[in-house]
């Protein structure tokens, strides 16, 4: 939206934030989740024909998950995602625990039975559904600023968002073994989820914009000068179409 508002100058009246709409996480809800003892490895997931995808993984595998494995050697990564292809499959190696499980039939099951989620994403744009699905299921990530975009205020202060590999290793590894500091970066992400993706204030602000402008249209599209003259060039276009249609029947 800054972006939009402050380099391509579009009014900030046309401009409204939906992000994720998610239900509340209730205490009801964390309750039922596997606990700290219960859970079992790293995992990261995503579709591998979307390519921050495949280079997350190709960047686990070269730099982090060696790094992580110098720590644990007997951990091991769990790597979801539909759409596998043979470049994909070969990274497999059971011997370094790295291992490619491809689709998987439900996210929240795979998240909740996680103990940590890694997302070392280098580019790409947009909320990651990954942690958005990690922190609903109480799974604590690491991941980096890129990943991190739209989730916090400001990622640079979140202690599970860097952009350097032995720090993210060791940041990983210290979630895989610690109860607390664990337990810590769960809340974070339930209060992510209720403070800034909570769909109740945002359908409530759709829906008196919505009747806002129901209200007002005629005076919404009079100040919108961009938006009328693209309309117009659009109509112009399909009016000229139909022109160069009638004109090719002519000649058959």
Known sequence: MELLKNTFKIEKSLLLYLPFMLDEVTQTTVDKFPKFDERRHFTTIGNFLHEPNFNAVWNLKETIWPLIKQQLPNAELHIYGAYASQKVNDLHNEKDGFLIKGFAEDVNEVMRNSKVCLAPIRFGAGLK????????????????????????????????????????????????????????????????????????????????????????????????????????????????????????????
């Open 129 to 252: 559904g990954k942690l958005i699905d990690a922190m609903t299921n109480g799974t604590p990530f690491v991941t980096t600023t890129i990943g991190a975009e739209g989730l916090y205020v400001n990622s640079e202060n979140s202690d599970n968002v860097t952009d350097d590999p032995m720090a993210f290793a060791n940041r990983a590894v210290d979630l895989y073994n610690n109860d607390e500091h664990w337990r810590i970066q769960q809340q974070n992400g339930f209060e992510v989820i209720n403070e800034r993706f909570n769909k109740v204030p945002f359908q409530n602000k759709f829906i008196n914009r919505l009747e806002t402008l129901k209200e007002q249209l005629n005076n919404h599209r009079l100040n919108n000068f961009t938006g009328a003259m693209i309309q117009h060039h659009t109509m112009q276009s399909t009016k000229f179409m139909s022109r160069w249609i009638e004109e090719k029947n002519k000649s058959l």
